[in-house]
């Protein structure tokens, strides 16, 4: 081969590399949940997407009256009106009961962060006003990202996400809403049905299980749903006889597909459509109205480092 020849070659491979190399790889975009909400403070779950979060995420937040004063836009960095924290270290504060070890997310592994509650955290960076308590009986928007580091950019924000201080769950979802909202569901990794006790992923295999005519999974269906509208504040009066009836039929058996175990549909009907009207409002406390959501754009800066 002659040097000609070669030194087309050559240039003609850093030609066609050099696109590769610029071209811009980002982490996938997290969700943003709401677990809690106090008087000062919301409880919020970031879940990283199938890349992960290997180098933590950042949350933004401001009120709603302050988003809407700029025209329900973000503000290029933060400010006295938009508060930032971005997580990338060991928590010690919140831990969770020793559950959660590091900011930095494996894929599709899950972080409960207080806003309101961030002066004593460590293995984060914030904005002035990002340690301070929330104010209370207030309309707040929230949108978080990952990370970017040497291996990928900055994912996408999550959408923007209106929350209140003093939020009132005394309301109700449904079975399909829990499936789709496994962020709320942090930190409850167990739930006992009948007398057998499931792991989280195990209830989100048991919601994603067609019934196909067994009423075993017909009821557990509503009972899950029950479960976590209680433990998140709904008001049990109307529903609680119907729910201990219902983890007495259970009793031992197995649900599916964890296991194999059935009830005959006639059996299992009467509980599972009481339950079925709580969960949708029916009766009870009422069915929880949406929370309002806007798109986001993008933004970001850093300040103090505990």
Same mark, same amino acid.
């Given at each position: 081969?002659?040097?000609?020849?070669?030194?087309?070659?050559?240039?003609?491979?850093?030609?066609?590399? *050099?696109?590769?190399? /610029?071209?811009?790889?980002?982490?996938?975009?997290?969700?943003?949940?709401?677990?809690?909400?106090?008087?000062?403070?919301?409880?919020?779950?970031?879940?990283?997407?199938?890349?992960? /979060?290997?180098?933590? *995420?950042?949350?933004?937040?401001?009120?709603?009256?302050?988003?809407?004063? !700029?025209?329900?836009?973000?503000?290029?960095?933060?400010?006295?009106?938009?508060?930032? /924290? +971005?997580?990338?270290?060991?928590? @010690?504060?919140?831990?969770?009961?020793?559950?959660?070890?590091?900011?930095?997310?494996?894929?599709?592994?899950?972080? /409960?962060?207080?806003?309101?509650?961030?002066?004593?955290?460590?293995?984060?960076?914030?904005?002035?006003?990002?340690?301070?308590?929330?104010?209370?009986?207030?309309?707040?928007?929230?949108?978080?990202?990952?990370?970017?580091?040497?291996?990928?950019?900055?994912?996408?924000?999550?959408?923007? @996400?209106?929350?209140?201080?003093?939020?009132?769950?005394?309301?109700?979802?449904?079975?399909?809403?829990?499936?789709?909202?496994?962020?709320?569901?942090?930190?409850?990794?167990?739930?006992?049905?009948? !007398?057998?006790?499931?792991?989280?992923?195990?209830?989100?295999?048991?919601?994603?299980?067609?019934?196909?005519?067994?009423?075993?999974?017909?009821?557990?269906?509503?009972?899950?749903?029950?479960?976590? !509208?209680?433990?998140?504040?709904?008001?049990?009066?109307?529903?609680?006889?119907?729910?201990?009836?219902?983890?007495?039929?259970?009793?031992?058996? +197995? +649900?599916?597909?964890? #296991?194999?175990?059935?009830?005959?549909?006639?059996?299992?009907?009467?509980? @599972?459509?009481?339950?079925?009207?709580? !969960?949708?409002?029916?009766? #009870?406390?009422?069915?929880?109205?949406?929370?309002?959501?806007?798109?986001?754009?993008?933004?970001?800066?850093?300040?103090?480092?505990?």
């Amino acid at each position: 081969m002659n040097r000609r020849y070669q030194f087309l070659v050559l240039v003609s491979v850093i030609v066609l590399a *050099f696109p590769l190399v /610029a071209l811009a790889v980002q982490y996938d975009t997290p969700t943003l949940e709401s677990y809690a909400q106090g008087h000062g403070k919301i409880v919020i779950v970031i879940t990283a997407g199938a890349s992960g /979060a290997p180098a933590g *995420f950042r949350v933004q937040w401001m009120t709603r009256a302050d988003y809407e004063a !700029n025209g329900s836009q973000w503000y290029p960095a933060p400010n006295d009106y938009m508060s930032e /924290a +971005i997580f990338m270290g060991q928590p @010690t504060l919140n831990t969770w009961n020793g559950e959660l070890t590091s900011f930095c997310l494996e894929p599709e592994a899950e972080a /409960a962060v207080e806003i309101g509650d961030l002066f004593d955290e460590t293995g984060l960076s914030t904005s002035v006003s990002a340690v301070l308590e929330l104010k209370a009986e207030t309309q707040y928007v929230f949108r978080a990202c990952a990370n970017g580091d040497g291996a990928a950019d900055d994912s996408d924000w999550t959408i923007t @996400t209106m929350l209140f201080t003093d939020y009132n769950r005394n309301c109700t979802s449904g079975p399909l809403y829990w499936r789709n909202h496994r962020g709320l569901w942090y930190p409850t990794f167990t739930m006992t049905l009948g !007398n057998v006790t499931y792991s989280k992923l195990q209830l989100l295999d048991i919601l994603d299980e067609q019934a196909e005519g067994n009423g075993l999974v017909m009821l557990a269906h509503q009972m899950i749903a029950v479960e976590l !509208n209680l433990a998140h504040g709904a008001d049990p009066q109307d529903v609680e006889d119907a729910l201990e009836q219902a983890h007495l039929l259970v009793g031992n058996l +197995i +649900i599916p597909p964890v #296991g194999s175990n059935f009830i005959q549909p006639d059996d299992a009907s009467p509980l @599972t459509q009481v339950m079925d009207d709580y !969960n949708q409002g029916l009766i #009870g406390p009422g069915h929880c109205p949406p929370i309002a959501t806007t798109p986001a754009t993008w933004s970001a800066v850093k300040a103090l480092y505990r």
